[in-house]
């Protein structure tokens, strides 16, 4: 039985387990027959030209984990941000642990999605947000709402500002000889809130593993939020990772994606706009090696005048690794003084490395200022003789380029330890120790 056939098959038993209201249920339903049409995505679609799941789709994937997971502290204290107080929400093969996670509602929501899936309460933001920017026809966020169980939930009244960064943590034990998980958040940043989150998804050990998640984010009038996601996972973890983000008026998105490890990791980063004076931000530094595969695909949808996005993503390739930058601005008619700005720069630093990159534009305004643009080099290798000539080892020499190229991403991350934290990554993936203070 192949993995499609064993979902489709999973999510008849499923269904029979679950006990929800009926337009949950229709709108599951809805969701994989949309994914029994399509099936997963392959590189005949335009969208996937340079990404193939071909290989990974061959893993016989546990859809259910068979056991329940333990894990301890100090087996998982290096993935969490320890040298900074956060709430956190830990899931573990796909299960909440209680005993990793600190969640609050004393102002704020930091719980769980079942309980806006289960709770009466929450019946009214069930309707209002669930599914509601996520894409109903794109075949695997159409099978993650299909599965939608278990997730974060992250609500942020009018007025408030969470007093310390929430942490959202996806654990795969290995309990599985291969497991697929398919985890669902839900984030609403209400009018005049504000929020820094920080997501990842971890495997704990190399057995295979596919994470299909989604993320729908709501913010609402004069909202900020700041999102990051680390993805530095082993070489035997696959991560489709598809966000949907909604803008109302004068509010602020910035979405940080550092991508260092994982066997093939594709971001589906998608902006909607839906009032005027937005501003959204996409950025992201990547670094991989070896066969490593990094798909970023965003969109940003300009529907609305006087609005702005910044995307900014930088990319070191080295060995047989693969970068793939599919980059689209779509504005309206009706968006006239749009301010949209797209830059892709990447170094090959391997004749066996190559990117993919694809900048587009569709513009339909006529009061606008757009621009794109992509390089693809290696470093200068007069500035490595100017450094090399002033006592500066060649190894430290590469990396200190390397480190200034992807600087200009790092300068806009807000919480100082996540940054303090990412330059040890990256230092620790150039091979070097950079040696200045952080």
């Given at each position: 039985?192949?993995?499609?056939?064993?979902?489709?098959?999973?999510?008849?038993?499923?269904?029979?387990?679950?006990?929800?209201?009926?337009?949950?249920?229709?709108?599951?339903?809805?969701?994989?027959?949309?994914?029994?049409?399509?099936?997963?995505?392959?590189?005949?679609?335009?969208?996937?030209?340079?990404?193939?799941?071909?290989?990974?789709?061959?893993?016989?994937?546990?859809?259910?984990?068979?056991?329940?997971?333990?894990?301890?502290?100090?087996?998982?204290?290096?993935?969490?941000?320890?040298?900074?107080?956060?709430?956190?929400?830990?899931?573990?093969?796909?299960?909440?642990?209680?005993?990793?996670?600190?969640?609050?509602?004393?102002?704020?929501?930091?719980?769980?999605?079942?309980?806006?899936?289960?709770?009466?309460?929450?019946?009214?933001?069930?309707?209002?947000?669930?599914?509601?920017?996520?894409?109903?026809?794109?075949?695997?966020?159409?099978?993650?709402?299909?599965?939608?169980?278990?997730?974060?939930?992250v609500n942020i009244p009018k007025g408030k500002i969470a007093d310390k960064p929430i942490e959202i943590i996806h654990f795969s034990t290995g309990n599985e000889a291969a497991i697929m998980l398919q985890p669902r958040n839900?984030?609403?940043?209400?009018?005049?809130?504000?929020?820094?989150?920080?997501?990842?998804?971890?495997?704990?050990?190399?057995?295979?593993?596919?994470?299909?998640?989604?993320?729908?984010?709501?913010?609402?009038?004069?909202?900020?939020?700041?999102?990051?996601?680390?993805?530095?996972?082993?070489?035997?973890?696959?991560?489709?990772?598809?966000?949907?983000?909604?803008?109302?008026?004068?509010?602020?998105?910035?979405?940080?994606?550092?991508?260092?490890?994982?066997?093939?990791?594709?971001?589906?980063?998608?902006?909607?706009?839906?009032?005027?004076?937005?501003?959204?931000?996409?950025?992201?530094?990547t670094i991989v090696g070896d066969k490593q595969h990094v798909d970023h695909y965003t969109l940003v949808h300009h529907a609305k005048p006087n609005c702005e996005s910044h995307q900014n993503y930088k990319g070191i390739y080295g060995d047989s690794s693969t970068g793939v930058f599919n980059g689209k601005i779509y504005v309206e008619k009706e968006a006239q003084k749009t301010d949209a700005f797209q830059q892709n720069n990447n170094i090959l630093v391997s004749e066996k490395a190559t990117i993919n990159a694809k900048p587009q534009l569709e513009i339909f305004a006529d009061d606008v200022k757009c621009s794109h643009g992509c390089t693809i080099g290696q470093l200068d290798e007069s500035a490595m003789f100017y450094m090399q000539q002033r006592g500066i080892p060649k190894k430290e020499a590469r990396a200190l380029l390397m480190y200034a190229f992807t600087d200009e991403v790092m300068e806009s991350v807000k919480i100082p330890e996540l940054k303090q934290r990412i330059t040890k990554i990256i230092a620790n993936k150039l091979g070097v120790n950079l040696g200045f203070d952080l």
């Amino acid at each position: 039985m192949d993995l499609k056939d064993k979902l489709l098959s999973s999510y008849m038993a499923f269904e029979e387990k679950i006990d929800e209201n009926s337009s949950l249920h229709e709108m599951r339903n809805q969701a994989i027959k949309n994914f029994e049409n399509k099936g997963f995505p392959s590189k005949k679609e335009e969208a996937w030209k340079y990404t193939s799941l071909n290989k990974v789709i061959k893993n016989d994937f546990s859809v259910f984990p068979k056991s329940e997971p333990a894990v301890e502290f100090k087996d998982v204290k290096k993935y969490f941000l320890h040298d900074v107080d956060t709430y956190k929400l830990v899931f573990i093969d796909g299960k909440f642990s209680s005993f990793l996670s600190q969640t609050t509602h004393d102002g704020i929501d930091v719980c769980l999605l079942s309980s806006v899936l289960n709770k009466p309460k929450y019946k009214l933001v069930l309707e209002t947000y669930f599914n509601q920017v996520a894409s109903k026809d794109e075949s695997l966020t159409t099978l993650n709402t299909a599965f939608a169980k278990e997730g974060a939930f992250v609500n942020i009244p009018k007025g408030k500002i969470a007093d310390k960064p929430i942490e959202i943590i996806h654990f795969s034990t290995g309990n599985e000889a291969a497991i697929m998980l398919q985890p669902r958040n839900l984030i609403v940043v209400g009018e005049n809130a504000h929020v820094q989150i920080i997501e990842r998804h971890q495997s704990l050990n190399e057995n295979p593993v596919l994470t299909n998640s989604v993320t729908e984010i709501f913010a609402q009038k004069r909202a900020i939020c700041d999102y990051y996601k680390i993805q530095n996972d082993e070489q035997s973890a696959n991560l489709i990772d598809n966000t949907y983000i909604a803008q109302k008026q004068e509010s602020r998105v910035a979405v940080h994606t550092f991508s260092f490890g994982g066997n093939i990791t594709r971001n589906n980063l998608n902006f909607y706009h839906q009032g005027e004076r937005i501003d959204s931000t996409l950025k992201g530094i990547t670094i991989v090696g070896d066969k490593q595969h990094v798909d970023h695909y965003t969109l940003v949808h300009h529907a609305k005048p006087n609005c702005e996005s910044h995307q900014n993503y930088k990319g070191i390739y080295g060995d047989s690794s693969t970068g793939v930058f599919n980059g689209k601005i779509y504005v309206e008619k009706e968006a006239q003084k749009t301010d949209a700005f797209q830059q892709n720069n990447n170094i090959l630093v391997s004749e066996k490395a190559t990117i993919n990159a694809k900048p587009q534009l569709e513009i339909f305004a006529d009061d606008v200022k757009c621009s794109h643009g992509c390089t693809i080099g290696q470093l200068d290798e007069s500035a490595m003789f100017y450094m090399q000539q002033r006592g500066i080892p060649k190894k430290e020499a590469r990396a200190l380029l390397m480190y200034a190229f992807t600087d200009e991403v790092m300068e806009s991350v807000k919480i100082p330890e996540l940054k303090q934290r990412i330059t040890k990554i990256i230092a620790n993936k150039l091979g070097v120790n950079l040696g200045f203070d952080l």
